[in-house]
């Protein structure tokens, strides 16, 4: 499983309509609204790069408002249940 995250800007006027479209788009796990130099940020979840590649160019970027993407892929998972697992090996 490939993870990626997508830094999407939006024209202002489109975040909520953009978001909720992203978020049906077919690969994307989730679309969240965020503060910050960035509008929102998709979590692609999907088999393979060439995925992520259609995920981000035939889905998020044809989407109207969207002005801009950067997407970056995940090496390693790090997530609460793996450190408690982490903590309680010989316990």
Same mark, same amino acid.
């Given at each position: 499983?490939?993870t =990626? $995250?997508?830094f999407?800007?939006?024209?202002? %006027?489109?975040?909520?309509?953009?978001?909720?479209? !992203?978020?049906?788009?077919? +690969?994307?796990?989730a679309?969240?609204?965020?503060?910050?130099?960035?509008?929102?940020? =998709? $979590?692609?979840?999907?088999s393979?790069?060439n %995925?992520?590649?259609?995920?981000?160019?035939?889905? !998020?970027?044809?989407?109207? +408002?969207?002005?801009?993407?950067?997407?970056?892929i995940?090496?390693?998972t790090?997530?609460?249940q793996?450190?408690?697992?982490?903590?309680?090996?010989?316990s």
């Amino acid at each position: 499983m490939i993870t =990626a $995250l997508c830094f999407i800007d939006v024209a202002p %006027e489109s975040i909520n309509e953009a978001g909720q479209a !992203i978020a049906d788009v077919n +690969g994307v796990r989730a679309a969240y609204s965020v503060t910050g130099d960035i509008d929102l940020i =998709a $979590l692609i979840e999907v088999s393979d790069h060439n %995925e992520v590649a259609r995920v981000v160019t035939e889905g !998020i970027s044809k989407t109207p +408002g969207v002005q801009t993407t950067q997407t970056h892929i995940s090496f390693r998972t790090y997530s609460k249940q793996d450190i408690e697992a982490g903590f309680s090996i010989g316990s």
